[in-house]
């Protein structure tokens, strides 16, 4: 192992066994020996990577492409078909929380059985044991058996086990929603207090955001192979275009179908997100322009007004405007396009969607397109947030 | 060796869950560890001793010290192959050496034949029977090696039956079968000489035998048999571990 590395991969391969019928038993072992149908499944090919002492590093990629095999190799659960895995130091997992709990046993005596786990000895966990439970904010029920625990309070105890191993390597697979909102926070202050600490991270999300905040260098694996790798900033940029067109191919389909079979009065059979440039994106910086083009067919001509909405994909309402209301009147006929520009977008790191809507003078719905047009923003700096906020300082 | 070492505090969570975990809630609580036993001695005793009129002088006695040490061996074969299987969702997302189930398992169950051990002591000297005191310092090593063959067992078939599950009912059966075929119920005295040589090499036999030397007959254990015992003891304990170590990698994905 190189110096001053805490994980190694070399040219790791995994593939799953899919049978068809599994059995175990001793009629179908006999009988039916060459009828194991089974189909193997390649999981990762010829992986390697390496990860520093003390740095923390973020895996993404769509479902299925290996990232959690690749903790679960990590963790030494499974182990490869070919090539090695090298590790230094002591190994802790956030996958499974709460790991031999006895619900008649209290609080207490299941952090012993808990952490004992973890490989941690007696001496080890009586010096831990007061900030086990002063993080689990469980003081008062810490004598109660945990079956009297509401799944929060479970949760919470699992969770103040875990990460206060003193682990060397802290694996990750989607930081967990325990607890509530202050909890959460209190898990996020101490991911970073652990990293300051100098604990290598491996941290597998489908949250650009928090794999920004925590990571020093991302890695975009598919179909058991790396894509790309670098900083958090410069991955999900790649990733966001690569998905989204992934994504608009689908969608885009899906839509005229419908459309045409139900023939409405308005249709739009394409929307386009372009840049200034007149290049095609799906995922923009902040600071851009965004222009869209609506295609639409109309059956009639008609004065109409527009409505937008922008959501992010939490379904936050970022903004909403009609046209009617600033006395701007829309005249519809045939076939055409209408264009669309937001200028110098300044909304922050994530995915946006906006709904269309068209009404009539009286203010009737003619019809409304949900989500018809996606699009990602990134920021290549730290800000956070929903949208940058212009601002100045004066010292 | 030296993970397992490292993961002693484990063990020792384990053993403590396991013991405490399972009488938490009943009201009789440990005593089902005394009691269990001695309902089985009982029915024994009045199978044999009143049904069948067998003539062992005090018969109790000689059934209650080789059977305290079967039920060790009989829980390891029946309950010991699902100490993996049943702890697999533990297993499956969490990285420990995987030999503490098994080592566990039968330490809980030592443990408990230990306990059970007082009962037999508390028998013999209130029934007046009375004890061989030099040849009582020999016992705790023919526990220890009972313990080597209870562990042995236990990592063969529990890595077995993640495979293979028929083994649980295969060796409920065999258990039943072994029962009979070790000096339990009867005295080596009822084997015919020319069955004894090929009846003696089953080393749960070679233990039960020591226990009974010790306890009944009031004598030293036979050194030549001890001897064989440790070394049929080791070697199953040694093809235990290898098998165990070659299944155990597979474990997360057969499960």
């Known amino acids: ?395 | 060796m030296k993970e397992l070492y490292d993961y002693r505090t484990m063990i020792a969570s384990l053993v403590k869950r396991d013991l405490i975990g399972r009488y938490k809630k009943s009201v009789l609580g440990f005593l089902w560890s005394f009691i269990d036993p001695l309902l089985q001695l009982l029915i024994y005793t009045f199978l044999f001793s009143v049904i069948l009129k067998t003539d062992i002088p005090a018969f109790h006695i000689c059934l209650f010290v080789t059977l305290v040490p079967w039920l060790l061996i009989s829980s390891c074969l029946t309950g010991g192959c699902m100490s993996v299987i049943g702890q697999q969702e533990m297993l499956k997302k969490i990285y420990f050496p995987r030999e503490i189930l098994p080592i566990s398992f039968v330490t809980a169950q030592f443990v408990n034949m230990v306990l059970s051990f007082v009962v037999v002591f508390v028998i013999l000297a209130v029934s007046g029977y009375g004890f061989h005191l030099p040849a009582l310092l020999t016992l705790p090593v023919i526990m220890i090696i009972e313990f080597i063959l209870a562990l042995g067992l236990t990592l063969l078939c529990s890595a077995v039956t993640v495979y293979f599950r028929d083994m649980q009912q295969i060796l409920a059966a065999l258990s039943l079968l072994l029962m009979y075929a070790s000096p339990i119920v009867y005295t080596l005295d009822f084997v015919s000489e020319n069955i004894r040589k090929f009846y003696m090499w089953n080393p749960i036999t070679r233990i039960l035998v020591a226990y009974r030397d010790i306890l009944y007959y009031k004598k030293f254990p036979d050194a030549i048999n001890i001897f064989w015992g440790i070394v049929e003891s080791i070697i199953i304990l040694i093809i235990g571990m290898l098998v165990f170590r070659k299944l155990s990698k597979n474990f997360a994905e057969e499960l």
Request: glycine share 6%.
């Open chain 1, 1 to 395: 192992m190189e110096q001053g590395n805490a994980i190694e991969v070399k040219n790791i391969s995994k593939s799953y066994k899919i049978y068809y019928d599994k059995s175990n038993t001793l009629k179908d072992k006999v009988l039916f020996k060459n009828r194991s149908h089974y189909e193997e499944r390649e999981i990762l090919q010829d992986l390697s990577f390496s990860v520093k002492k003390g740095e923390a590093v973020g895996l993404i990629g769509h479902n299925g492409c290996g990232k959690s095999t690749t903790l679960k190799l990590l963790t030494r659960i499974i182990y490869p078909n070919k090539g090695e895995i090298q590790t230094e130091g002591r190994v802790s997992s956030l996958l499974e929380l709460g790991a031999g709990f006895h619900p008649d046993m209290t609080g207490r005596e299941n952090i012993y059985i808990n952490a004992s786990i973890f490989g941690l000895n007696k001496k080890e966990i009586d010096s831990r044991i007061n900030e086990i439970i002063k993080f689990s904010e469980l003081e008062e029920f810490i004598d109660n058996p945990v079956r009297t625990y509401s799944s929060g309070m479970y949760m919470r105890l699992a969770f103040s086990v875990a990460i206060n191993v003193n682990a060397d390597i802290l694996l990750i697979d989607e930081i967990l929603a325990v607890g509530d909102s202050n909890f959460q926070l209190k898990c996020a202050k101490k991911m970073q207090e652990l990293k300051r600490a100098g604990i290598t991270i491996v941290i597998v999300s489908h949250s650009m955001g928090q794999i920004e905040e925590l990571c020093d260098r991302c890695i975009w694996l598919d179909k058991g192979k790396i894509v790309a790798e670098g900083t958090p900033q410069y991955v999900h940029k790649l990733y966001l275009e690569f998905m989204g067109q992934v994504r608009t191919e689908r969608s885009e389909k899906e839509r005229q179908l419908a459309e045409e079979a139900k023939n409405l009065e308005l249709s739009i059979p394409k929307v386009e997100c372009k840049n200034n440039k007149g290049e095609s994106r799906v995922a923009f910086e902040i600071g851009e322009d965004i222009n869209i083009t609506l295609h639409y067919k109309i059956k009639k001509p008609r004065n109409v007004s527009v409505q937008f909405t922008v959501f992010r994909s939490d379904y936050m309402m970022c903004y909403d405007s009609r046209t009617d209301a600033q006395k701007q009147k829309v005249l519809l006929k045939g076939e055409g396009v209408m264009q669309l520009q937001l200028k110098s977008v300044q909304l922050l790191l994530g995915h946006y969607m906006i709904d269309f809507a068209f009404y009539t003078e009286e203010g009737h719905l003619i019809n409304s397109f949900e989500r018809i047009c996606q699009f990602d923003v990134y920021n290549e700096t730290t800000e956070k947030g929903m949208f940058r906020m212009n601002h100045e300082w004066n010292f």
